[in-house]
């Protein structure tokens, strides 16, 4: 047990299972048992041998599957795997019900130490984003490098477009939002989400839209949906007011990992503006402006994340190199970013310079492109 783990009760974890979770052509799901917590891990058979690992943690109500379009497009660079969170996804709620971002992020470790696959490629999305960072100041030790796409990091003024996810952490908000939308079908939910998370809803296509009413389908059967959404939004919540050492811009400063952020400029849950504190605040990142994303750009501008990854890890190999690089197109931390179109997406570089046991295994084949997801 790592010095970051608390000790956990290894009682059964039931999960009612609802309909079969989608598997992606070229991907395969497995479950991993392990002390207090089941996951559900996701993963692309790796295009060759001694390949570096990757694993992907996604955001608020989402799932493993919100990093599909991006994966198969980093085959050849590493070794891909994402994890269902405890308690969505395909993933059982965890056995202590602790949805924190520290019981998050604990999971992440229990995972990585168990599997004995780190230093990772570590990315993170969102509330993942947040989880992603706890890790990467508490276990520098698993990180290679860390991608940040829209990270939920604490905000004093938060966007109005935001102000309703927030208030899910509030008690008795979570109970009346059910009651209020009773009679909303799956696809009146999905097409909100769309609307929420993505800066062109337009990008989503009718196959990608149909996949994500089917999982929010699914995840609507389980009756531990909510209680899961709730408590790792109050968990969020509760991050964003601890100070200190505690607090996540503080961790932020001490990560050590080379870090690559990316911010769509069309975001409603995670203001643009933050994305030059966040420069300032991770030593040594490297800023990606995407003008037409939104929260998601994983999943909408896939081809952009991966290219702006392509160029993280040629930095970071020049620099264990010896050779003195900076990230192209950079600028002066506090400047306003001039997008310099570099994906043919809609994606553009701002850059910054700153200082510094398995079971249950299905396997299919090929990727999906630009699905929604079921959340942020």
């Known amino acids: 047990m790592s010095s970051t783990e608390l000790p956990s009760l290894l009682t059964a974890t039931a999960s009612p299972k609802a309909s079969a979770v989608r598997v992606a052509p070229g991907e395969r799901l497995r479950s991993v048992r392990l002390p207090g917590i089941t996951l559900s891990v996701r993963s692309r058979p790796s295009a060759r041998e001694g390949l570096p690992p990757a694993l992907y943690v996604h955001g608020l109500g989402g ?7 991006l994966m198969p497009l980093l085959d050849g660079l590493v070794d891909s795997e994402a994890l269902d969170l405890p308690g969505f996804g395909d993933s059982p709620p965890p056995d202590d019900g602790n949805y924190s971002v520290t019981g998050h992020a604990r999971a992440v470790i229990r995972y990585l130490d168990s599997a004995g696959r780190g230093p990772v490629h570590l990315f993170g999305n969102s ?7 706890r890790v990467a100041a508490l276990r520098p030790d698993l990180v290679r490098t860390l991608t940040l ?50 800066g062109d809803p337009g990008r989503v296509s009718d196959e990608a839209f149909r996949n994500a009413v089917e999982e929010m389908e699914r995840r609507l059967q ?27 811009w ?52 896939p081809e952009a994340v991966a290219a702006a990854f392509r160029e993280l890890l040629a930095d970071s190999g020049r620099t264990r190199g010896g050779v003195d690089s900076m990230p192209a197109c950079s600028e002066p931390v506090g400047s306003e970013p001039g997008p310099v179109d570099v994906s043919g997406e809609g994606g553009s570089v701002s850059g910054d310079g ?18 929604p997801g079921v959340g942020s």
């Open 222 to 248: 389980l009756p531990y949906m909510w209680d899961a959404l709730t408590r790792s939004a109050r968990g969020l919540v509760d991050a964003y007011t601890v100070g200190g050492q505690h607090s996540l």
């Open 127 to 133: 509330l993942g984003g947040a989880i992603t960072t």
């Open 149 to 198: 796409v829209s990270p939920a990091l604490p905000e004093l003024r938060v966007q109005r477009t935001a102000v309703p996810t927030g208030m899910l952490a509030l008690p008795g908000v979570s109970a009346l939002f059910t009651r209020f939308t009773k009679g909303w079908t799956a696809e009146q939910r999905v097409r909100g989400v769309i609307a929420l998370c993505y």
């Open 63 to 69: 799932s493993s599957q919100n990093w599909s379009a």
């Open 354 to 371: 700153s200082v510094g046991a398995d079971d249950g295994d299905s396997v299919a084949e090929g990727p999906p492109k630009g699905s």
């Open 250 to 301: 503080r961790q932020a400063e001490r990560v050590l990992a080379p870090t690559l952020l990316v911010y769509g400029r069309r975001d409603r849950l995670v203001g643009y503006r933050m994305a030059q504190r966040a420069a300032r605040a991770f030593r040594g990142s490297r800023l990606v402006s995407l003008p037409d994303a939104g929260h998601m750009a994983m999943m909408e501008y």
